[in-house]
């Protein structure tokens, strides 16, 4: 059903930089923004970037996102242990009347 | 301070109608702009958006779902109410509501959410 396409997995050691992608189309990351959410075992998701590179109050500055024609990352920089968890980019899409659509999801471990 | 709660069932029989209810508060679905979605999670599944009502009544729905989908608000309690027919077990998930953002499309507050069992 995932119309964005992430990386199932990707790790670091504490104090690394792990980057995750997210691949789309023209339909959706290709006109509208996108958006990252972050889900910790057990728990609902929780919004961590918005309109491309936007952080909410109280998200670490160690999250950062970009974008670039029908793709965005995901930068983790200095990864900490309580950064392990599910990741979703996501984006409105254009077609079929539209719709709101999630990536695949990956799953960061800290090593 | 927003906050959301889903109830419902737990354990729903294929073909049943599922009913689910959305309990917000900290907001108000009369308020322009304003919007409650929700989505759904199958166990070590990726999320799905489902549905969305807005202040003015506006709908949206996944096409895929949209036939089996009904979305509505009562504004004077505060609660959003998603229906789904003819429920199968591949509907057994965790489905949140969550605050669309008045400044774009997406969702800044989510609820707990509430795990459905479709099972005979």
């Known amino acids: 059903q995932s119309v964005l396409t992430q990386p199932p997995s990707a790790s670091g050691t504490p104090g690394q930089r792990v980057t995750i992608s997210c691949s789309g189309s023209s339909s959706n990351i290709g006109s509208n923004t996108v958006n990252w959410y972050q889900q910790l075992p057990g728990t609902a998701p929780k919004l961590l970037i918005y309109?491309?590179?936007q952080r909410p109050s109280g998200v670490p500055d160690r999250f950062s996102g970009s974008k670039s024609g029908t793709s965005a990352s995901l930068a983790i920089s200095g990864l900490q242990s309580e950064d392990e968890a599910d990741y979703y980019c996501?984006?409105?899409?254009?077609?079929?009347?539209?719709?709101?659509?999630f990536g695949t999801g990956t799953k960061v471990t800290v090593l | 301070q927003i906050t959301l709660k889903e109830s419902g069932p737990t354990l729903v029989k294929p073909t049943q109608t599922l009913t689910l209810t959305c309990t917000f508060s900290g907001f108000s679905l009369s308020t322009s702009g304003v919007g409650v979605g929700w989505i759904r999670q199958p166990p070590g599944k990726a999320l799905e958006w489902l549905a969305l009502i807005y202040w003015d009544d506006d709908k949206r729905y996944s096409p895929s779902l949209k036939s089996r989908l009904t979305i509505t608000k009562d504004t004077s309690k505060n609660q959003v109410v998603l229906t789904m027919t003819n429920m199968d077990p591949v509907d057994t998930a965790t489905y949140y509501c969550?605050?669309?953002?008045?400044?774009?499309?997406?969702?800044?507050?989510w609820g707990q959410g509430t795990l459905v069992t479709v099972s005979s």
């Open positions: 969550a605050h669309r953002s008045l400044v774009a499309f997406y969702f800044d507050y």
């Open positions: 309109s491309n590179n």
């Open positions: 996501a984006a409105w899409d254009d077609s079929l009347n539209g719709l709101y659509v």
